[in-house]
């Protein structure tokens, strides 16, 4: 039992040391993101302290999110497509991909930072779509078939996160101003 | 707001530095990101000086227009979380004796546009409203001289961040010998002013910025002798960018005055985007050739008929809007509202919309 877990405790550490570049993009993905809705927090009303520990679970939730639907993509490619994947491999290419997210932090502009967001997420399926058609020499339809599932899923988890916080900083405006 | 009294100074200023920290990290991580393009773009554009000139500047206007857009933020939401002082809570803003007659049946707040540096109006805007003022009713107040794209009871000149800034800019833009830059310091100014009309429309932040100038509005109104049940009623005038202003702290001035509010725009410039239903009426005067307000149709989709669900789509269907047209009339200069030729028409259109009928008070929820 122990060898067990020793050996796949070995096979994750040897996945992450493979995987780091990957990784490391996805967790400054996150923090880019995470930074782009502060004003969210601040319209919560928290304190400093809070607002850091906002910023940092919600770079990690964003990662393991983005890592999740990178997840979806590789289970499908490995179940619909031709050539096998390997997981680093897959996940440094993935993470190439998000590389616009980077600068995700400037959503928080006002007026054009919502374009600006619906720019980088267009690039970045785009790119995703490009990967998987380059990669794994599967047709476009194809890529883009396999590929929007985890899009979506992604798009779906980020604005949950994001409408989130803003709905409860209306609801405080809303109770200062009283009932009409 | 709340919070206010329990901060001691030195956590209000640990508060916004570490706002600024987290701004600079933000920063950071855009500016390590275009670095790395910017090796892209060199290794593939070697040879094309200009294409690489123009890509840095697109790029650095790509880092810089969000970053100012952000920086504007800082002040608004700082004093949203109580780490500034300034403006009470709402339900401390009038005075709550039992009302007797109100002596200004009407208060004429008058937005001005993104030109507006300080309080006092341009010297072609305080000619205007006095005309206005001279031909207005007894019973109508006319509210001048409000700072409408600073939350702070401050001048741009004064704001603790950047006073340095602002002070040099405006030097530059009275003393400097060239033309040119005397130009560019002006549009800098303004650029400022332009950011908070993106700021009130944009449906993040545009709740409490209009939150935070309803108040700021609410705070004059009261100095001025208003007091909710009255029986007073507010007309939000706003002129080119002040018609945004006043299109978004309206139905908030609403909920905190308890008054009917209604707005007159005239050359305005704005997104359409807010509450509008509850208003005692929008009246829209606008010039046969003004571009800038044209281009403002097009800048907001939320104008446009392909939305027809958008509040001011709705308004506009509902029939609570009223257009008025001034032939030949441009957005500025000698053809703009302020002008000799035109500024008789623009007042008179302003009196024919007070003029009127108000919408009954179940009407407007007040």
Redesign the interface.
Known sequence: MLHELERLLDGLGGWLIRADLGLGLLLVVGISMSLSHVFALFANRLAARQIIWRLVIDALVLAAAFLLTSSIDMVLLNLYGSNPVHPSAFVDGIASCLLPACFYVAVAAPYVGETMGLVIWVLMHLNVITFVHVRFDLPWDQALLLTTPGYLLAVLLVALLFRQSWQRGYAMLASELGQP | ?K?AGRLYPW?QR??LK??LL?LA???G??V??VGHLLLAVRSALSTADLQLLLHWIGLLL??L???A??Y??VSE?AF???WLEGLP??STLFDHTPAVAASHRCYLVYLDGIHQLERDHPPRVSAFLELLEQQLAAETLLVRGLETYTVMPVALAEDAGSAWFWRRLFALQEQHPNGLVQLLAAVLVQANNV?KV??S??R??G??LN?ELALKISLRLAELGFRPGGGSRIVLTGYSGGAEMAMGVAD?L???TQAPVSIISFCGVFSGNQVLD?LSGITTIVGSKDPVAAFGRIAYPGRSPLLPLSNWNKALSAGRIQRDCIDGMNHNGNSGPFSEPFRLRVIKAILAALALPVAAPERT??
Do not use: T
Request: aromatic letters at 12%; charged letters at 10%; proline letters at 6%.
């Open positions: 707001m919070g956590s640990f508060n570490l706002l987290v990290i933000g920063l991580i855009n390590v990101g790509l880092v227009i969000p970053a857009g952000i504007s933020l939401f949203w979380e109580g809570a709402p950011i993106g700021i429309s944009d993040r932040y709740p409490i939150y908030y609403r909920r905190i509850q929820g007040c």
